[in-house]
């Protein structure tokens, strides 16, 4: 038992993704983190190594999460599917435990300041939510939903820039029913297959 940090390992990397949610990478300091996750540097250092080894674990256990949430998603079509992906990450009335926008997202942003690791889990992360939009388009293909010829990589593209706008708007004063429109304007990109040709009228 000894040598081993004595506290709850999910609720200091909550606590130290809250700052680097709400700061960034760079503006983070080790003070504002030490702080924030009631322990000493020495703990902190022990654990984590340094701030960069802290961040990697944070950005990696929030891209963890994400992805989960986004595979969670059911409908009953896969149309359906990805417009609930969409609106489930719509903001919540009364939950303010977290920061608006996306810490994936403001990783990116920086990512010249990133160290190196941190930059590939920021890469790694942007293409796990790309590729499970990307399934869930290859899926309706293969229903029948989309056609064989559906470009579904700008497809990909399209529905994970409509998804870190639904995450980062709200920062900016979007509300939750201008993000529900923004839903269904991008649900309008979805291709609709071509209607079976009208019968001829017998001259």
Same mark, same amino acid.
């Given at each position: 038992?000894?040598? !081993?940090?004595?506290?709850?390992?999910?609720? @200091?990397?909550?606590?130290?993704?809250?700052?680097?949610?709400?700061?960034?990478?760079?503006?983070?300091?080790?003070?504002?983190?030490? *702080?924030?996750?009631?322990?000493?540097?020495?703990?902190?250092? !022990?654990?984590?190594?340094?701030?960069?080894?802290?961040?990697?674990? @944070?950005?990696?256990?929030?891209?963890?999460?994400?992805?989960?949430?986004?595979?969670?998603?059911?409908?009953?079509?896969?149309?359906?599917?990805?417009?609930?992906?969409?609106?489930?990450?719509?903001?919540?009335?009364?939950? *303010?435990?977290?920061?608006?926008?996306?810490?994936?997202?403001?990783?990116?942003?920086?990512?010249?300041?990133?160290?190196?690791?941190?930059?590939?889990? *920021?890469?790694?992360?942007?293409?796990?939510?790309?590729?499970?939009?990307?399934?869930?388009?290859?899926?309706?293909?293969?229903?029948?939903?989309? @056609?064989?010829?559906?470009?579904?990589?700008?497809?990909?593209?399209?529905?994970?820039?409509?998804?870190?706008?639904?995450?980062?708007?709200?920062?900016?004063?979007?509300?939750?029913?201008?993000?529900?429109?923004?839903?269904?304007?991008?649900?309008?990109?979805?291709?609709?297959?071509?209607?079976?040709?009208?019968?001829?009228?017998?001259?």
């Amino acid at each position: 038992m000894s040598g !081993k940090p004595q506290f709850d390992d999910d609720a @200091v990397i909550n606590s130290a993704m809250d700052v680097f949610w709400r700061h960034g990478y760079s503006a983070s300091s080790i003070d504002q983190l030490t *702080t924030a996750m009631g322990l000493s540097r020495s703990s902190v250092y !022990k654990r984590f190594q340094d701030k960069e080894g802290l961040f990697q674990e @944070v950005l990696s256990t929030y891209v963890d999460r994400v992805v989960r949430r986004m595979g969670a998603v059911r409908g009953d079509t896969r149309r359906q599917q990805l417009e609930a992906l969409l609106l489930e990450f719509l903001p919540r009335e009364g939950k *303010t435990a977290r920061p608006a926008g996306c810490l994936l997202a403001r990783s990116g942003a920086e990512m010249v300041d990133l160290p190196p690791a941190s930059q590939s889990v *920021t890469r790694q992360g942007l293409r796990k939510q790309r590729a499970i939009l990307g399934e869930i388009l290859r899926e309706a293909v293969a229903s029948g939903e989309l @056609v064989a010829a559906t470009d579904i990589d700008g497809l990909a593209w399209h529905y994970l820039g409509v998804l870190q706008a639904i995450l980062n708007l709200p920062q900016a004063g979007a509300t939750v029913g201008e993000l529900r429109r923004v839903v269904e304007l991008a649900m309008m990109a979805w291709p609709l297959l071509p209607a079976a040709a009208a019968p001829q009228r017998a001259v």
